[in-house]
Nanobody, 124 residues
């Protein structure tokens, strides 16, 4: 059974940085072939894809985080990361990792496995 455990996040002032991790278990060697992504959901809003990364390491970012966030993966550790810099108040949301998605026309389609969610709050 695949399980994803998130860590990181918290409270930071505007302009600050935070990092998120998503450790997978139960995937075995399949982790390295999975596409995966980070989503976020702000109160009253839909869950949006923030960034995704393919099995080859190719990353795509949503326009609202491009140049500020960095998605990466360590297949040896079965872990997905999100480094968030230059954070803005509008980045406040619960962030979720997701793995196992497929790519259709180069767009990441949500996979079946979700992390538990991590609160990120950007406030002065």
């Amino acid at each position: 059974q695949v399980q994803l455990v998130q860590s990181g996040g918290g409270l930071v002032e505007p302009g600050g940085s935070l990092s998120l991790s998503c450790a997978a278990s139960g995937t075995g060697s399949r982790f390295s072939i999975y596409g995966m992504g980070w989503y976020r959901e702000a109160p009253g809003k839909r869950r949006d894809l923030v960034a995704d990364i393919s099995s080859s390491g190719a990353a795509i970012y949503a326009g609202f985080v491009k140049g500020r966030f960095t998605i990466s993966r360590d297949n040896a550790k079965n872990t997905l990361y999100l480094q968030m810099d230059s954070l803005e108040v509008e980045d406040t949301a619960v962030y979720y990792c997701n793995i196992g998605g497929q790519y259709y026309s180069s767009k990441y389609a949500t996979g079946p496995y979700w992390g538990q969610g991590t609160q990120v709050t950007v406030s002065s």
